[in-house]
């Protein structure tokens, strides 16, 4: 069974930089896309990146596009998330997802059709 276990949440100030790392195990990690995503007290859960098996191809939607960056570690079955410039509005629990299929990790996402989630991470901007 997957399992995903995200890490590097924690409190930064307006404008500092976190990298969130997920790792991967239970399974091969290949085999899966992975994506993140974030959710804020009392908002709906938001997707924020996506990247394909081998890296080659990554997503991350104009909304947060300038500030984060996705990227994927094979060789230690991890996937991370730069985070630059943060501000106050982006404090939320962030979360990893995996799935076989790369396309359903979207904006109009369906969390029972991935393959797995991890527990989530919280991260605090302070203004």
């Known amino acids: 069974q997957v399992q995903l276990v995200e890490s590097g949440g924690g409190l930064v100030q307006a404008g500092g930089s976190l990298r969130l790392s997920c790792t991967f195990s239970?399974?091969?990690?290949?085999?899966?896309?992975m994506g993140w995503f974030r959710q804020a007290p009392g908002k709906q859960r938001e997707f924020l990146a996506r990247?394909?098996?081998?890296?080659?191809?990554?997503y991350v939607p104009d909304s947060v596009k300038q500030r984060f960056r996705i990227s994927r570690d094979n060789a230690n079955n991890t996937v991370y998330l730069q985070c630059h410039n943060l501000r106050p509005e982006d404090t939320a629990v962030y979360y990893c997802?995996?799935?076989?299929?790369?396309?359903?990790?979207?904006?109009?996402?369906?969390?029972?059709?991935?393959?797995?989630w991890g527990q989530g991470t919280l991260v605090t901007v302070s203004s």
């Open positions: 997802a995996a799935s076989t299929r790369l396309l359903y990790l979207r904006a109009a996402f369906q969390a029972d059709a991935l393959d797995a």
């Open positions: 239970g399974g091969t990690f290949r085999s899966y896309a």
């Open positions: 990247v394909s098996w081998d890296g080659g191809s990554t």
